[in-house]
């Protein structure tokens, strides 16, 4: 691929609902520039964006591509990303990477949840946004609805730049408001539209306001000056219609790319920092080097590769460069660029461009490259918080020997993934963002690296505590010939406040248990209370050690252990004990009308409602409830709300289980 310069250059993201249509949009993009001579289809499994196997069998799809194409001397980066919201991290990474983006919308279904939580994500990021209502040939398409539900949902800053002619079969194409022919019947809702388009341009710029109040009007050029200031500022968001299967208004999108979303050296500075100090940084290919890597793949055969937005300066190929972020040096190798699935390589890639290097030895999802003399550092890519978790088991013994690689290669790729071993339970637990979002890890598990992974609920946590003080006594005594054992202890088990700790104390008169002896007690007892009555860690109790005896010859330290961890297994039995449970602290955000099924469905979990806090139409929920009960609930959120309800949870104390479902916890966790 020929070499571009910055000002040549648009690095264009596509968001929107999933389904809406953006794969197959940016299928149709490279069809008509001719980046590929026959049109694929995501049914088909043979698009260029969606390529992986488990995007085919699902017809959806799971990552961001990047896949770009050449039109009249500019180069247009295109970022498809998956609408589904289990896969929100990739739209994360890929905003990181463009400087503006396409949200796509379905004429037929018009704004969904996707829709707004996409627009809600661009508004945060500060992303140059144009609208695209696709499927304008499918039954129900509807542009005048699309767009009346795109300015109330998403803001009047929508202003349509183009029409179709006619919708459903009768779509046969396309007209402009500000240039080009069009149908005489159409000529008054182009003039409305050239109307509200202007006062929107008016609106983005002193002087033009002043004009457009003078002169009642704006010449083409001051519109098209104005709609570029407002797209980049935010305030406008052009609205374009199209069919992403017949073709219909493709190309009129990809030149609106290129003629009103800003380039690289147009779209701003990037936040950055050399030293601990903040900097900005414009897209200059001569400015210091900076590179930005947004997404990391896991290849089995090629080995990791690294795509990063050149942010300044320019990347070359077979030097060595410093990895900012974990103060390590990097050997690149050949610089690509990426097609799809495939990479093509390339001289070098200046500012603005988008790349892959293979191999890298350190860096991972969100490091900056740059020169042990430049040494500029990028701001962190964040991803969405990680709510829905699974216990994560090797099928074989194989398996277990691959797991922790594979899973740390999968980690690296993906790292809105979260892996944890569960220092309790001694399980790896894996949180995502939802059901679909593991099984696909799963399953790139096994086909990139062979491992076949058994998917669980997690196992709680839960911790054992006694409710009343008592005393006990136990005599450990073998005396059968020969060096005996014998160790004698009365303890008093006293329980302390929820979360006070253990605390061991010795209150023996005339050295009943001699001295020497009752760190092995407390030894003793310390060790039952890790193992458990019931095989849960025992927490928040006092143990007295308060009398015993000894044996001159048979008493050992290791008697005393004994003695002191039996006489604890035992005195729980006597103190009422209490089963206690991981109780996490729940911060949802739901859309008003859903608050109530959400407070009902969770009342149904033994969750406690701290408080709800009404905040423009959605509701913040404030609530307490057991692990076993919210750790795989984000799905059935997303179902309370139609996919709007977003959570953030946290552990926060330890809670009493009630008695009625004590036992079943019991017997389930003696029978695994
Ligand atoms: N009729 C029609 N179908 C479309 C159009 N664009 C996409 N589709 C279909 O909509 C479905 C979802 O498309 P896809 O590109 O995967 O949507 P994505 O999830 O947004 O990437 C597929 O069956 C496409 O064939 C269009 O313009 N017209
Ligand atoms: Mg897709």
């Not at 000529?187 to 929107?200: D, V, Y």
């Not at 601990?276 to 900076?290: K, R, V």
């Not at 390589?345 to 969100?366: E, N, Q, W, Y």
Request: charged share 25%.
């Amino acid at each position: 691929m020929e070499r571009f310069t910055t000002g040549r250059i648009r690095n264009v993201a596509l968001l929107g609902h999933s389904g809406s249509g953006k794969t197959t949009l940016v299928e149709s993009m490279l069809f008509a520039a001719k980046a590929i001579n026959r049109q694929g289809r995501v049914e088909d499994g043979n698009t260029v964006s969606d390529f992986e196997p488990e995007e085919h069998r699902r017809g959806t799809s799971l990552q961001l591509s990047v896949v770009p194409c050449v039109w009249q001397g500019t180069k247009v980066n295109l970022v498809d990303t998956p609408g589904y919201a289990d896969f929100a991290g990739e739209q994360a990474s890929a905003l990181r990477a463009v400087d503006a983006a396409v949200l796509v919308v379905s004429a037929p279904a018009g704004v969904e949840v996707g829709t707004e939580l996409a627009w809600q994500r661009l508004r945060e990021a500060g992303t140059p946004t144009m609208v695209f209502v696709n499927k304008m040939d499918r039954d129900g398409a509807d542009f005048e609805a699309a767009l009346g539900q795109a300015r109330s949902a998403l803001g009047r800053g929508c202003v349509p730049i183009n029409f179709p002619i006619g919708a459903a079969a009768a779509f046969s194409g396309i007209a402009g408001v500000l240039k080009g022919d069009a149908p005489g019947d159409m000529e008054a809702a182009l003039s409305e539209a050239k109307e509200q388009l202007t006062e929107a341009v008016a609106e983005t710029e002193d002087q033009l306001t002043e004009r457009y109040l003078e002169e009642g009007d704006l010449p083409l050029e001051d519109i098209e000056r104005g709609l570029r200031r407002g797209i980049l500022d935010r305030q406008i968001a052009p609205v374009l219609a199209g069919s992403a299967i017949t073709g219909a208004g493709v190309a009129d999108l990809i030149e609106a790319i290129i003629d009103y979303l800003p380039s690289p050296d147009r779209a701003g500075e990037r936040a950055a920092s050399v030293g601990g100090e903040e900097i900005s940084l414009p897209a200059n290919p001569d400015g210091p080097l900076a590179a930005s890597i947004f997404k990391t793949a896991a290849d089995p055969f090629v080995g990791k590769a690294s795509y990063f937005r050149v942010l300044s300066g320019t990347m070359r190929p077979n030097q060595e460069v410093f990895n900012s972020t974990r103060n390590e040096s990097e050997r690149v190798g050949q610089i690509l660029v990426p097609v799809g699935k495939v990479q093509e390589s390339v001289p070098d890639l200046a500012a603005g461009d988008i790349g892959v290097v293979t191999k890298l030895a350190h860096a991972v999802t969100g490091d900056t490259l740059t020169t042990r003399t430049d040494g500029v550092q990028a701001p962190p890519l964040e991803f969405p918080e990680a709510v829905y978790s699974v216990g994560v088991h090797p099928k074989s013994q194989a398996d277990l020997d691959k797991m922790s690689s594979a899973l740390s290669r999968l980690g690296e790729e993906d790292p809105s993934l979260v892996m944890r071993r569960n220092g309790e339970t001694g399980e790896l637990v894996v949180l995502g963002m939802g059901d679909t979002h593991v099984d696909v890890m799963a399953e790139r598990a096994k086909r990139k690296f062979g491992v076949e992974l058994d998917m669980r609920v997690p196992q709680v946590p839960y911790r054992e505590t006694i409710s009343k003080t008592t005393n006990t006594e136990y005599k450990h005594k073998k005396q059968t010939g020969g060096h005996g054992q014998y160790g004698h202890v009365l303890i008093r088990l006293e329980p302390r406040e929820r979360g006070a700790g253990f605390e061991f104390g010795a209150q023996v008169v005339g050295g009943n248990v001699p001295k020497e002896y009752i760190p092995a007690v407390e030894k003793g007892v310390v060790k039952a209370m890790q193992e458990g009555a019931d095989g849960f860690p025992m927490v928040d109790m006092r143990v007295v050690l308060y009398d015993g005896s000894s044996h001159s010859v048979d008493s050992s330290g290791a008697s005393f252990e004994i003695a002191g961890s039996m006489a604890l297994k035992q005195g729980v039995r006597a103190a009422a004990p209490v089963l206690l449970e991981p109780i996490m602290r729940l911060q949802l955000t739901v859309p008003e009308s859903a608050a109530g099924a959400v407070v009902g469905d969770l009342n149904g979990r033994r969750a406690r409602i701290n408080g709800m806090t009404p905040q423009g139409g959605v509701a913040v929920i404030e609530a307490e409830a057991p692990q076993a009960e919210v750790q795989q609930w984000a799905t059935s959120l997303r179902a309370l709300t139609q996919g709007r309800g977003t959570m953030r949870l946290e552990f926060d104390h330890f809670g009493e289980v009630p008695s009625h479902l004590t036992q079943k916890i019991m017997e389930a966790t003696a029978a695994r």
